[in-house]
């Protein structure tokens, strides 16, 4: 559960989740932000429920926001739904400025579709060849992102200033497979050397009481990270 707070509304709020999954972590991360009460409902990804399936029948995946019974599907989505559905609750996550908003849009959608996007490949590669350019293109956008917290933060502690927001969920929900990346592939992604502002965001981030207890154990996630391999080359074997 999460902090205590969010009222009556708050009493409402289900998440529809997996624990390795960063998209379903940064929901979790922005309603403890929020201080919203919430039941948090792991999901079976391998058999999924008959919930979810009704829930979000044109992706059938979590993360899904139950509010009041009603389904909201998609992460980013589901982080701007709690601002306006609950702009008094705790802080907000969107910034006010529409400039600002529409940066930070920008660099989360950056977060999902380049960062996400190669580090699926540099995991699921059916060649080497394949796995290694992937990783390049993951260190490469770690390094984008570097230079985007240098823009964003104001040379403050976080991508919205002073406090956690937007990009910083929207990211705060991979710091655990950042970290576990050297245990599952032997290279270290949040390296002092290289992203030195991004390796010391992520110690920043991780020790907020929003993302304690939602960022999964590394040793855990190289363990799924091996099942999800096994079967991926198990599938490709067949065909």
């Given at each position: 559960m999460a902090a205590a707070g969010?009222?009556?509304d708050g009493r409402q709020l289900r998440v529809?989740?997996?624990w390795p999954s960063p998209f379903v972590n940064r929901v979790r991360m922005a309603l403890h932000l929020k201080e919203l009460e919430y039941e948090n409902v792991e999901e079976d990804i391998t058999n999924k429920s008959e919930l979810l399936l009704a829930s979000n029948p044109v992706h059938k995946k979590v993360p899904v926001l139950l509010h009041g019974g009603r389904p909201v599907a998609e992460s980013l989505i589901i982080v701007e739904y709690l601002d306006d559905a609950f702009p008094d609750a705790g802080r907000a996550v969107l910034p006010a400025d529409p400039y600002e908003r529409a940066v930070a849009r920008f660099w989360a959608a950056y977060v999902d579709g380049k960062l996400h996007g190669a580090m699926v490949m540099a995991l699921m590669g059916t060649t080497e060849e394949e796995r290694a350019a992937a990783t390049?293109?993951?260190f490469a956008a770690l390094e984008t992102l570097e230079g985007a917290f240098t823009e964003c933060s104001g040379g403050k502690g976080f991508f919205a200033g002073n406090a956690p927001g937007y990009v910083d969920v929207a990211l705060g929900g991979f710091i655990g497979w950042l970290r576990a990346w050297d245990k599952i592939t032997g290279a270290k992604l949040?390296?002092?050397g290289r992203t030195p502002l991004l390796d010391a965001w992520a110690e920043r981030f991780?020790?907020?009481d929003a993302a304690k207890g939602v960022i999964p154990d590394p040793d855990h996630l190289a363990e799924f990270a091996k099942v999800l391999q096994a079967r991926s080359s198990g599938a490709a074997a067949s065909n």
């Open positions: 969010g009222g009556g529809l989740g997996a390049a293109d993951v949040l390296d002092a991780a020790s907020l």
